[in-house]
């Protein structure tokens, strides 16, 4: 077996991969054998079937594997031997290989290699900012209330109070006040203390099941309200400004969870809380860490957008094509990836490109370890001790339990993910040193409608 290249351009190779009988005589020789055991072949009995006569059956066949394989294997070690370092994988280059016929002892085989192209990153021009969120007391003082809400007791009143949800099918009118022809007709759900117009909110006060209400959404709710409630595309909902009536089916009541060490316990099962003041403080905690994984993947995305932006490295465009048409379903075309190439491939690929300079910087694969300590910190933060486990007991049995899960790549994929997402943003952080924006927490959910 005998492999050789050719440089067509500074990043295309054309290999050549040659294949003797003497590669593969003594593997088909073997599967012959063990064929000739197996064989049912009219007039002999099973296994005595003469060895030329299954040769004459099936040696084309054995040998089209065995090449097969031989082809696939030396072909990757020669490119890790010779520390290719390749962008998509090789293509068979069928013009130049023909057509094989499995008579002959000895193939030719051809592909076409691509090099990954080597992408300047000028860490100094990438001008993205690191957002960092300032949680306010008032901020903790609406989570406290939410909380209070959750945890509250449910109730269905037969009357509507102004701190209720209502249900019910709301139906669009016209000017005449008819049901309009092609208008909103939907089930809705809606919190009374969000009617922004208190005589509207004073219509639904009182009422009970079955009861018609007919008001103006465009007066009642913000654009914000109506998409949730009627569940309304985000456009459609900022011009929905139309009268409707809403035919009451259901009413729920939400009786709040006083706020007391019993409420603390329920968030913080293995935290001793007592009073108000450290329950603020582990909501802060919580909080900031919450806001802080967004704000960094914020941050990963941004940086991300700017290096495709700032990229203008050469690449092997028609390679790149005919590798994406080879992987794709039948009804993608050449002709079809042309078309989308701008918009839908290249981003991609020049992020691919760029990811594997930057990985050349420091080594971000998340390890089997790191992989271990996380899903030990996700168990530990909701797995409570036994009554009768001691610490050692409780920590082996996490550990076994995390390994266990660790050793499934199906179970984490996501885990996978989120920490080589991190290690992305340490490094990204460490390379551009970017400025520090503080902002509130209604302003990055303004920023990221």
Request: hydrophobic fraction near 35%.
């Amino acid at each position: 077996m005998n492999i050789t290249k050719e440089n067509i351009s500074e990043l295309e190779l054309l290999l050549k991969v040659e294949i003797s009988e003497s590669d593969y005589k003594e593997k088909v020789g073997k599967q012959l054998k063990e064929y000739q055991k197996k064989a049912v072949v009219p007039g002999f009995r099973r296994g005595m079937a003469p060895l030329p006569l299954i040769k004459k059956m099936y040696y084309k066949a054995i040998v089209a594997d065995e090449v097969q394989g031989i082809l696939s294997e030396s072909l990757y070690k020669y490119i890790e031997n010779e520390k290719l370092e390749i962008v998509g994988s090789p293509l068979s280059n069928d013009e130049k290989t023909g057509e094989i016929n499995f008579d002959n002892t000895d193939f030719a085989f051809y592909f076409d290699v691509a090099l990954m192209p080597q992408a300047e990153i000028k860490w100094n021009e990438v001008g993205v900012k690191l957002t960092q969120i300032k949680v306010a007391s008032k901020d903790i003082d609406e989570q406290i209330n939410d909380i209070a809400q959750r945890y509250g007791k449910f109730e269905t009143p037969e009357t509507v109070e102004g701190t209720d949800y209502v249900y019910g099918k709301a139906v669009e009118l016209d000017k005449d006040g008819n049901a309009k022809e092609g208008g909103v007709n939907t089930f809705i759900s809606m919190d009374v203390a969000k009617i922004k117009n208190s005589d509207i909110k004073q219509q639904f006060i009182g009422k009970k099941a079955e009861d018609k209400v007919v008001f103006n959404v465009g007066k009642a709710l913000d654009a914000e309200t109506i998409e949730k409630s009627f569940r309304l595309e985000k456009e459609v909902a900022k011009k929905f400004k139309a009268d409707v009536e809403v035919t009451l089916s259901g009413i729920s009541r939400i009786t709040p969870h006083e706020v007391n060490e019993e409420l603390f316990q329920k968030v913080f099962p293995k935290e001793e809380v007592k009073d108000i003041d450290t329950f603020k403080k582990l909501l802060k905690k919580e909080t900031e860490k919450a806001y802080g994984e967004q704000t960094q993947m914020l941050f990963n995305a941004e940086v991300r957008k700017a290096l495709i932006e700032q990229f203008s490295t050469e690449i092997p465009t028609e390679f790149l094509q005919r590798w994406i048409a080879s992987r794709s379903e039948k009804d993608v075309t050449i002709d079809t990836i042309k078309a989308e190439w701008e918009e839908k491939y290249l981003p991609s690929i020049k992020w691919e490109i760029i990811e594997t300079q930057i990985r050349k910087i420091k080594d971000i694969d998340p390890t089997q370890n790191e992989v271990v300590d996380y899903v030990k910190g996700i168990m530990t933060a909701h797995d409570l001790r036994k009554e009768d486990e001691d610490e050692k007991a409780y920590e082996d049995r996490i550990e076994k339990a995390a390994r266990s899960i660790a050793q499934d790549r199906n179970n984490i994929g996501q885990i996978y993910e989120k920490i080589y997402s991190d290690k992305m943003f340490a490094l990204l952080n460490e390379q551009i040193k970017p400025e520090v924006e503080k902002i509130t927490i209604k302003e990055f959910a303004e920023r990221n409608k």
